[in-house]
């Protein structure tokens, strides 16, 4: 996430998501831990604890009144299975996916790594069918096979599938680790907010991480982003162009210092028996698994019943920038050049890469660091300091609100982490940061993205909205917009 203060959107329909009980989530990880040890330790593709493993889900599956799909796939000379299972109903066009791999390795029965996610998307599935829940989305539940091999289940079933069959999956949730031990509280980085390692999703990945993000929130619980890095089942789907998302809670990698402050814990590893015979079902954190199923089904009510990439509620306050609504700059800024203004930016560019784009996200109009690209890329960009842009003032109603936004930060590799932007919220005499994302000394193209944040302490208060900019660091190339601020009432 972008930073520790930012919240996301709280869907209209979280109300309705069932508390799932973890004692069930549990029982279907005993349930695969006697499987594995029944058939040699383990639960690994084209051994009989693997087939026995999806034989007791389809069951469940079949019983509760789904329509389960056995597909078959060889790799490494052996017969692999996915299990698909669909809920009648809801439009078939736009359909959501959760899936996550049911298969271990060789050398455990693999009940974190992923007992844990299959078991808390089976129950979800059940906790569907005794609800009798009909969204507007049609929901598909998957099972993939030889994950261990390397996305082996996952991919064939996207491979087999026509074109128009992939762009009716319109979302995919992956569930793979959601009890780790030791864990963390990671989501795929839909938006790239984090700014590291692979780009965003496909469009939509955004909205699918806001939405798991805004679970978390409501309990209290920070989230970090981690990177679409290809360890998972989401691989195959991004690939196609699929928007997908997701929750990990950390694999063979070490919890640092931070994140012990931040999640408590130890400084060791988030699971030290991934991928060895001591993943059994003492393997699991009862906390993060009880927490990580509920955000499963947090997310599939959600997203399934009428969630949109709009945030939902009633709109309180918006501002397009279409029209002049009275911003006012700072009058103590103390950057030299390229202070925020209300604009139509144009595109400059730098060594290839665009440091801002002469579009806003919506419209013609956006809140940005000199409009004009001038006659050298650096001649209207951020310079000397600090600027900031204040909206008019706006009364808050009761109720659970939000303010979601579109912006971008665009730096060449002379930045330093000194450079910024910031929302911040100012309320009487007080003013709190609740976006920041810093630059950092590489090349960051302009690229929108989509960012929420919770404001319901300031409910019944006149708050104003600022924006704030800055080349505090060495002198260096940087820019900034922001556009399409909303505050909406859940």
Request: net charge negative.
């Amino acid at each position: 996430m972008i930073a520790s203060g930012l919240a996301v959107a709280t869907p209209a329909q979280a109300a309705a998501a069932p508390d799932i009980p973890v004692a069930n989530v549990k029982a279907h990880l005993t349930q695969l831990q006697s499987i594995a040890t029944a058939n040699g330790g383990n639960r690994a593709h084209g051994r009989p604890g693997y087939l026995a493993s999806v034989t007791y889900v389809k069951n469940l599956l079949d019983a509760a009144g789904f329509t389960t799909t056995q597909q078959s796939f060889t790799y490494n000379g052996a017969t692999g299975y996915n299990l698909i299972a669909d809920w009648p109903g809801g439009d078939t066009s736009d359909t959501l996916m959760i899936g996550g791999h049911l298969d271990s390795v060789t050398a455990g029965p693999g009940i974190n790594d992923n007992g844990s996610g299959s078991a808390g998307i089976l129950e979800v599935a059940l906790q569907v069918s005794r609800s009798s829940f009909q969204p507007d989305r049609h929901l598909r539940f998957a099972w993939w096979g030889a994950e261990e091999l390397g996305l082996r289940g996952s991919t064939a079933y996207v491979n087999s599938l026509t074109t128009a069959q992939k762009a009716a999956i319109t979302g995919y949730l992956n569930f793979d680790m959601i009890g780790s031990p030791n864990p963390g509280y990671f989501l795929y980085d839909g938006d790239n907010s984090d700014g590291t390692g692979s780009g965003p999703g496909p469009a939509g990945s955004a909205q699918i991480e806001a939405t798991l993000a805004a679970y978390f929130t409501s309990i209290g619980v920070p989230t970090r982003g981690t990177d679409f890095d290809g360890r998972s089942d989401y691989g195959p789907f991004i690939a196609a162009g699929i928007p997908a998302g997701g929750i990990f809670t950390g694999a063979e990698g070490t919890k640092t210092s931070a994140q012990v402050s931040l999640w408590g814990g130890t400084a060791t590893r988030f699971d030290p028996c991934y991928h060895a015979s001591c993943d059994t079902t003492s393997n699991i954190n009862d906390t993060a698994l009880d927490r990580n199923s509920d955000a499963i089904a947090y997310s599939v009510w959600t997203l399934a019943d009428g969630g949109t990439t709009t945030p939902p509620g009633t709109t309180v306050w918006s501002d397009g920038l279409e029209t002049a609504t009275g911003w006012t700059q700072g009058t103590t800024d103390t950057a030299t050049a390229g202070r925020l203004e209300r604009g139509n930016p144009e595109a400059t560019t730098s060594s290839g890469v665009a440091t801002q784009l002469n579009a806003a996200a919506e419209g013609s109009y956006a809140l940005v660091t000199g409009a004009t690209a001038g006659a050298s890329a650096g001649a209207n960009d951020l310079d000397g300091g600090i600027t900031t842009i204040t909206s008019p003032s706006i009364t808050l109603p009761t109720g659970t609100l939000t303010l979601s936004l579109s912006w971008y930060l665009a730096y060449l590799n002379n930045a330093t982490s000194a450079d910024y932007l910031r929302i911040r919220v100012v309320s009487g005499t007080t003013t709190t940061t609740v976006l920041s994302q810093t630059a950092a000394a590489a090349n960051k193209a302009a690229a929108w993205t989509t960012a929420t944040a919770n404001l319901s302490s300031y409910a019944e208060q006149t708050i104003r909205i600022q924006v704030e900019a800055a080349d505090a660091g060495t002198a260096s190339l940087v820019e900034a917009a922001v556009d399409n601020l909303v505050i909406t009432r859940a």
